[in-house]
């Protein structure tokens, strides 16, 4: 009973929801919370947890040939010629204060008001050379294929005496040559996707990126909960913590 769906209109099954349900159905004439508790807890039930979301992929040959294919890239020594750089990118709400935080003072934290005005989105490039402690935090207005372009060749123009780029990217439609030969033309956009060696993460495991530390990192150190209302001021301030983390080479 516990198990199946709860009743229209709810979620989940709750201890007295369970204790309803069981009497209408005659299993019990009355049922106590604690005796609903600790039958829950010797049958190992817990139904608001509600649900744990997970994928199962399909273990094909090209499945395991990727996922075996990152782990050892990263393994690879640190090496100029061929550097290793991982890339993602991170969307980013925009919003401004209706009326001035108060500051922080001894003893009380700022506080902002409750009230706030959305201002839009944005979007962030990231991407890290991790071995070696080189970053890249590209604001853009959105996710888009132009944008990626634009990336890619500041990526590639930060590594003129590389041999190639060892580039860890996941599966977006617009992680691909075809954003840069539309964007920069059939001949400057095939001659920049061949200084990349690409590596795609496989589907459901982007996780294998190591970009997702890098956009963790730029999240709380950078952005944090303060609000932020104009792309500009994204910008000076992506370029601010961008500036810092290079300049001591964080790993």
């Given at each position: 009973m516990v198990c199946s769906d709860p009743p229209e209109g709810r979620a989940r099954r709750t201890i007295r929801l369970i204790g309803e349900e069981a009497i209408r159905?005659?299993?019990?004439?009355?049922?106590?919370?604690?005796?609903?508790r600790i039958l829950l807890q010797s049958h190992d039930l817990q139904p608001w947890?509600?649900?744990?979301?997970w994928c199962v992929a399909d273990l094909t040959d090209e499945y395991l040939t990727k996922m075996e294919d990152v782990p050892e890239v990263y393994e690879r020594p640190c090496n100029p010629a061929e550097p290793v750089v991982c890339f993602d990118e991170k969307p980013i709400s925009l919003h401004k204060d209706v009326r001035?935080?108060?500051p922080m003072a001894p003893g009380k934290p700022r506080r902002p008001d409750?009230?706030?005005?959305?201002?839009?989105?944005?979007?962030?490039f990231c991407a890290v050379e991790p071995k070696a402690g080189k970053h890249f935090t590209l604001v853009t207005p959105n996710r888009s294929a132009p944008g990626f372009a634009r990336a890619i060749e500041t990526?590639?123009?930060?590594?003129?005496?590389?041999?190639?780029?060892?580039?860890?990217?996941?599966n977006p439609n617009i992680h691909g040559p075809k954003s840069l030969t539309d964007y920069f033309g059939p001949e400057k956009g095939k001659l920049l996707w061949s200084r990349l060696t690409v590596h795609y993460t496989p589907r459901h495991y982007s996780w294998l990126n190591q970009a997702e530390i890098e956009i963790s990192l730029f999240a709380r150190q950078c952005l944090a909960?303060?609000?932020?209302?104009?792309?500009a001021m994204l910008q000076r301030e992506a370029a601010a913590w961008n500036g810092k983390v290079n300049a001591e080479a964080k790993r």
């Open positions: 159905r005659k299993l019990v004439p009355r049922a106590g919370r604690e005796t609903i947890r509600e649900k744990k979301m001035p935080a108060r409750n009230e706030y005005e959305r201002c839009g989105t944005a979007n962030a990526i590639v123009e930060s590594y003129p005496d590389a041999a190639t780029i060892q580039l860890v990217l996941d909960r303060r609000r932020i209302p104009t792309l």
